[in-house]
């Protein structure tokens, strides 16, 4: 399990030094058969092989094979309705394929043709390098994505709980944990596997909130307090503990009013009741929320002081929670009546700018930078577990470029102290592409993929003409109850450079002679696995007035995906589709495990007039907006598709090259440069745990 995490997200491998001499022909086996994967290994992993005996060598390539098949989806069989595709759909006419989707909804039966041989894969693909790592190097990875200073994917707090749970847990904490989620994550797995007592963690819990989020992640529910918890039954020591913690917290009362209800719930299982002689300060807070005695909290006097339009007593305010402040000036901005009140608004808040976290700064930067120029609509992503993605009118009124450039400004300088505390960096080069890479502030609804990067991230499409998509899904037991028939549909929609539709492709029209873009056959369950795979010929699409494609996931079946024992999806580049199978692993791009409370996924753009795919990993629940087919979801679909196309959000080109100013020389040539940051070398966007523990706190 240690090597399946590390190779999963560091693309390395731990292997003690052996003693015996391995006969080269079985690495160079190894080599082959890991190469039609799409992998191969670095110069010191091979050598450390072969100091293996055959057994210790067996064993390690054993797993590492069936890691490998599972990042890239090659551990299941693949058995389209058309095993010939694309060529069998091409040919057949529309008749044909409307009665053999018919008789396959009436019976269940697919009428599969025999399989013809096919001609070895022409295509040559890069190989993705597994290196040699360490147990150091493990732990300062987990240590790393423990104090990351953004919130956590599930796939992220599973290889955290793995490692507490297995490894010894003190050496992977952090003295701080900047992010009170993870904070309160961390801190159950700890409590429920009796590795650590409550009393030991609670320098992490400064807050009520904070409380209330390890009561939440005790209960398995959702630590981002987003939606209803069904708390569980504490035990006596449980209790006493979260109102020990509860009582050592301050601003009680105020803090516990953001979430009443929560707090009401939570009191019915912890009766406060029982121990407010003892913890009198918990008590107390629990009789304001159970009686509605609401203090004058901070919030209500900020809100009551800006619906009044006293800027100054806001300001005020605000100062004492910087945080806050950041959120809350461009509201002041624009209430402001005159440049000396608006100046003195950015003169306070560059004052209390070195108090307010860097993820904060950073955005408010990219907004302000933003900020004058037009823009019809807004994009947002709401706080959850499901990414969630919201286009908005943007009804904010004009603000003038010099106060946006008094908070940029107030924000580069807050961040240049910052960062020039930490160790110098040297001459430093920053890879121009790195525009196109969004910082990963927010992981929390981010899907388990072959290589992650941040929502709204942009790379480059491969050499190859012709997009193959692919999805598979099986049905079964989960958690002891059987999930019934499920049909999971694939769907792909194209869109002109205005975001007009041009055509879809989906179990509704398999086949588009003139776009030359095809579908493999809709299969309705899956109780041994089931695949659907979609083709789109880029020149052709394009010659026909097609620049945006996006991949849609359904569940036409409407349960969601994380009730199904497996689903995943992803996309290759082919350019000679006549050569290979169908699903050739080393021509796989990215693979994304759909294992969301959601039955929607839109995992990705493509801009094909830039060659550019466009991260977006959108998921959503059915309701009266959204149908289970894409052409009924039509107009939805393609205005989130613009939303994303549209995003502005901070970058690592601006978060690197703030630190490089701050710590270092930046350098025009990569050759002269001590640290570099880039796509492929030094640092990259891949470094996911290095980027939110190093460069975010």
């Known amino acids: 399990m240690k090597n399946d995490i590390f190779l999963r997200r560091q693309s390395k491998v731990i292997i003690k030094q052996g003693s015996d001499i391995l006969a080269p022909a079985y690495v160079s086996s190894m080599l082959k058969n890991i190469e039609a994967l799409g992998f191969t ?18 064993s390690f390539y054993e797993q590492l094979l069936l890691s490998l098949k599972r990042l890239v989806g090659a551990h299941v069989k693949y058995k389209p309705m058309y095993p010939n595709f694309p060529y069998e759909v091409m040919q057949a006419s529309e008749a044909e394929l409307y009665i053999k989707a018919v008789v396959h909804y009436l019976t269940g039966i697919l009428q599969n043709s025999e399989k013809q041989d096919v001609f070895p894969l022409l295509d040559t693909t890069d190989l993705r390098i ?29 290889d955290i709980e793995w490692s507490l749970v297995n490894l010894h847990a003190l050496d992977l904490l952090p003295e701080v944990i900047p992010q009170k989620e993870n904070a309160a994550f961390v801190s159950s797995v700890l409590i429920k596997t009796k590795k650590l007592p409550i009393d030991v963690l609670s320098s992490y819990f400064k807050t009520a909130t904070d409380v209330l989020r390890l009561a939440t992640a005790l209960s398995d529910g959702d630590i981002s307090l987003s939606s209803p918890t069904l708390f569980k039954k504490f035990s006596r020591f449980e209790r006493r503990s979260l109102l020990q913690l509860l009582e050592s917290t301050s601003n009680v009362e105020e803090d516990m009013f953001r979430y009443k209800l929560k707090w009401i719930r939570l009191g019915e299982i912890l ?3 029982e121990y407010k002689h003892r913890f009198p300060h918990a008590a107390k807070g629990f009789d304001a929320v159970r009686n509605h005695k609401k203090p004058l909290t901070f919030y209500s006097k900020v809100e009551k002081a800006l619906e009044q339009q006293d800027v100054s007593k806001a300001v005020s305010l605000l100062e004492k929670r910087p945080g806050d402040f950041a959120r809350r000036i461009d509201h002041l901005l624009r209430l402001s009546t005159g440049e000396q009140e ?32 037009k823009q019809d609509m807004r994009v947002v992503f709401p706080k959850g577990n499901v990414s969630k993605v919201m286009a908005l009118d943007n009804p904010l009124p004009s603000l003038r470029k ?10 580069k300088d807050a961040l240049h102290d910052r960062f020039a505390k930490l160790p110098p960096l040297g001459n430093v080069w920053v890879d121009e592409r790195l525009h196109e890479q969004t910082i990963p502030f927010s992981q929390r609804s981010s899907s388990k993929t072959l290589k992650t990067i941040s929502r709204g991230s942009k790379l480059t499409i491969p050499e190859g003409d012709t997009l193959r998509f692919f999805i598979w899904w099986k049905e079964g037991f989960v958690n002891g109850k059987h999930t019934g028939s499920v049909d999971i549909d694939l769907s792909a929609g194209i869109y002109d450079g205005n975001w007009l539709y041009k055509e879809h492709i989906s179990y509704t029209n398999l086949s588009s002679k003139s776009f030359k873009a095809f579908h493999s056959g809709d299969i309705t369950s899956a109780p041994k696995g089931a695949c659907e795979f979609i083709d789109l010929h880029i020149p052709t699409v394009l010659k026909k007035g097609g620049r945006y494609v996006l991949m849609n996931i359904y569940s036409f079946s409407v349960q969601s995906f994380v009730m199904l024992p497996e689903c995943f999806g992803g996309w290759m580049m082919r350019q000679y589709v006549e050569s290979g199978e169908i699903f050739e692993p080393s021509t796989v791009q990215s693979k994304v495990d759909l294992a969301s409370d959601s039955t929607i996924s839109i995992p990705l753009i493509f801009d094909l007039q830039e060659r550019k795919l466009i991260w977006t990993d959108i998921s959503l629940h059915h309701h009266v907006e959204f149908q289970n087919n894409l052409e009924q979801n039509n107009g939805s679909v393609s205005l989130m598709g613009k939303a994303m196309t549209k995003l502005l959000k901070p970058t690592l080109y601006d978060l690197f090259s703030f630190h490089a100013q701050a710590r270092g020389t930046l350098v025009h040539d990569k050759q002269k440069a001590d640290t570099i940051y880039s796509l492929d070398e030094g640092i990259t966007p891949y470094d996911i745990e290095t980027i939110i523990e190093t460069y975010l706190n």
């Open 130 to 158: 597994i290196d040699l790592g360490t147990d150091e190097e493990f732990g300062l990875m987990m240590r790393q994505l423990i104090g990351a200073n953004t919130s956590l994917s599930q796939t992220d707090r599973a």
């Open 342 to 373: 608006a100046a003195s608004i950015i003169t306070a808040f560059a004052t209390v700018a070195h108090h307010v976290s860097t993820p904060v700064l950073l955005q408010l930067y990219s907004h302000m930078k933003h900020r004058h120029h």
């Open 41 to 58: 290994a670095s110069a010191s992993l091979i050598d450390r092989l072969l100091t293996l005996s055959f057994y210790e060598f067996m």
């Open 271 to 273: 009766h406060p009741g």
């Open 402 to 411: 010099d106060l946006c450039e008094g908070v940029i400004n107030a924000c």
